[in-house]
């Protein structure tokens, strides 16, 4: 079963940092893009980052320049380290994978989502 798990939700201050990890574990044969997501209580989810397995990334514009997206393909491990952390970033944050699995099937997995919560 190919799943994905994240890591290193919690709270914080403002101004403070987190790095959430995901890791995909399961009977993988490639991983395509990897990404984090968001969604705030009253709101839709909305895309926070994603990295290619080629190392492009996208960012959110309220994002760019505090988060930094990245990647251990040999660990099937994403990664997202959030700096200047902001009261609105406060959030469930989601991984996203887009993958082949063993059976060569062309798959789109969640995360279970990890809290983030940032307040003084």
């Known amino acids: 079963q190919v799943q994905l798990v994240e890591s290193g939700g919690g709270s914080v201050q403002p101004g403070g940092s987190l790095r959430l990890s995901c890791l995909a574990s399961g009977n993988i044969v490639s991983i395509y893009r990897m990404g984090w997501y968001r969604q705030a209580a009253g709101k839709q989810r909305e895309l926070v980052a994603v990295i290619t397995n080629t190392g492009i990334t996208n960012y959110a514009d309220d994002v760019k320049g505090r988060f930094t997206i990245s990647r251990d393909n040999a660990k099937n491990t994403g990664y997202l380290q959030m700096n200047s952390l902001k009261p609105e970033d406060t959030a469930v944050y989601y991984c996203?994978?887009?993958?082949?699995?063993?059976?060569?099937?062309?798959?789109?997995?969640w995360g279970q989502g990890t809290l983030v919560t940032v307040s003084s």
């Open positions: 996203n994978s887009v993958l082949i699995d063993g059976l060569g099937r062309y798959r789109e997995i």
